[in-house]
């Protein structure tokens, strides 16, 4: 067998979404696990919603996700003369001709037929017996058809679906140039996975429909067919096709939120496909394992929930240099100076077990950088009588002791205990005063990381406000 060659052939009309997301997923992996080769390409002919901005969220999201191509990426106006060039084979064939009905004729003809409860379909009208004789009408630009065959079946093995098999009297002759010489989806597909000698085709099951008449264009051209797998398509939990109420937003957004590329990848990996139970793998692991057969044939779900329970999961295990780095732009944008406070790497390794993106570990962190005032509420509920006094000694121990997270709580201990309280009692009004903030990772731990200096004088600052 030929080597294996798989693509993702994205249309720049919008940013890269989940579901594409997950299709390059499942042809890079492909590609990967028989030694292929993986092929990027760009289908631009819908000059008139195709963008740069989109094309460039098209490409960083395959950089971001880690998902490498061995050619690419190609671009369909790039190769506009040949698809020209394979159109006029197919005219002087005999296997495609010159179409000049016009939209409003089309139009007409498609309600007269639903009016006689017809499929509305082209009716053949200028196939050459059909136009015999007939004169084209002047000044129109016609378009090229597709001559299917009137008859026989397309039947392909699915590589996800099974055998599938599609009566040509149900396909019409399809338009594969426009006039202005610009190729049609299902024949510039056909061309570039001809000359990029793709062998295998993983797409969406909305493509379903479109693959008999491809078949039958690389049939007419005498091509070899490639192998197809069409994906169940992921709906939201509703069970309604995804959208962006669902969370179905473009992939670099997760990147924007704080998601890691190592997670979105495990989930979209595990959204329609599974290797047992197995819930956390690397990528290496996963083009180990990644198959076909084991693609469901039902849509998958998509969970927010379970991706974020992900993420937090790949949080915790990541190293604390690579998490600062992707948390100090989140801080510079809050007005913060991760420079001017303790080590970021030390704060991200305190706090990145709380928290499920990247955006929470730079809000958890915030404090260590800035003041931050307490809310009337918070002080109502946490400054209690007796707590200025016990905080002011507090202070002056904290003034003396070696400044390392034992020594720190025991000097907080020794405060509550000389006043018969609880370590709560004390614990919660001083991370109030310090942090602004109710919820943090063990006060001990906080204050070692802000260091003594910047400790006293928080506690400074928002003694007045606490009562004797």
């Not at 919603?49 to 960083?60: E, G, P, V, Y």
């Not at 498609?110 to 499929?119: D, I, T």
């Not at 473009?250 to 939120?257: G, I, T």
Request: net charge negative; aromatic share 8%; hydrophobic share 40%.
């Amino acid at each position: 067998m030929s080597k294996i060659r798989t693509r993702f052939a994205p249309s720049p009309t919008g940013y890269l979404h989940i579901g594409g997301a997950r299709t390059a997923l499942f042809s890079w992996a492909y590609a990967r696990r028989h030694g292929g080769e993986f092929i990027l390409r760009i289908e631009d002919t819908d000059t008139e919603r195709s963008t740069d901005a989109s094309t460039q969220a098209i490409l960083d999201a395959m950089d971001w996700l880690g998902l490498d191509y061995d050619e690419g990426p190609f671009y369909q106006m790039k190769r506009l003369d040949r698809y020209r060039e394979v159109v006029e084979q197919l005219v002087r064939e005999g296997k495609a001709y010159r179409c000049y009905a016009s939209k409003d004729e089309l139009d007409q003809m498609r309600a007269q037929q639903r009016a006689r409860n017809e499929k509305p379909r082209y009716d053949g009208r200028w196939r050459p017996e059909n136009a015999a004789g007939r004169t084209p009408p002047a000044g129109v630009e016609p378009v090229i058809r597709f001559r299917n065959p009137d008859d026989g079946i397309v039947t392909w093995n699915d590589l996800v679906k099974g055998e599938i098999s599609i009566a040509n009297e149900e396909l019409d002759d399809l338009v594969i140039q426009r006039a202005d010489g610009v190729p049609t989806y299902n024949f510039g597909v056909v061309v570039d996975d001809w000359d990029m000698n793709i062998t295998h085709v993983i797409r969406g099951d909305d493509h379903v429909n479109n693959t008999p008449r491809q078949i039958n264009i690389y049939r007419a051209l005498g091509a070899d067919v490639p192998l197809f797998g069409h994906v169940p398509m992921i709906l939201g939990e509703d069970g309604e096709r995804l959208s962006k109420r669902h969370g179905a937003v473009s992939v670099m957004q997760y990147f924007d939120d704080g998601y890691l590329p190592e997670a979105l990848n495990n989930y979209l990996a595990r959204l329609g496909w599974s290797h047992g139970d197995e819930e956390m793998f690397s990528m290496d692991q996963f083009v180990e394992w990644f198959d076909l057969d084991h693609i469901s044939r039902s849509p998958a779900k998509f969970n927010p929930e379970k991706l974020g329970w992900l993420n937090q999961q790949y949080l915790k295990a990541a190293a604390d240099d690579r998490l600062a780095a992707l948390v100090e732009p989140f801080l510079r944008k809050d007005g913060c100076d991760p420079a001017q406070g303790p080590s970021l790497e030390r704060v991200v390794g305190l706090l990145k077990e709380r928290v499920t993106r990247i955006e929470e570990l730079a809000d958890a962190a915030v404090y260590f950088y800035r003041r931050l005032t307490p809310s009337d509420a918070l002080r109502e509920q946490h400054y209690l009588v007796g707590v200025g006094a016990a905080v002011d000694a507090l202070a002056e121990r904290l003034r003396h002791v070696e400044w390392q997270r034992p020594a720190i709580a025991e000097a907080i201990k020794t405060t509550a205990t000389e006043r018969g309280w609880k370590m709560p009692k004390l614990a919660m009004p001083l991370r109030v005063i310090v942090t602004g903030e109710a919820q943090t990772p063990a006060i001990d731990a906080v204050l070692e990381l802000l260091g003594r200096d910047e400790t006293l004088v928080r506690i400074a600052t928002e003694r007045t406000r606490v009562p004797e």
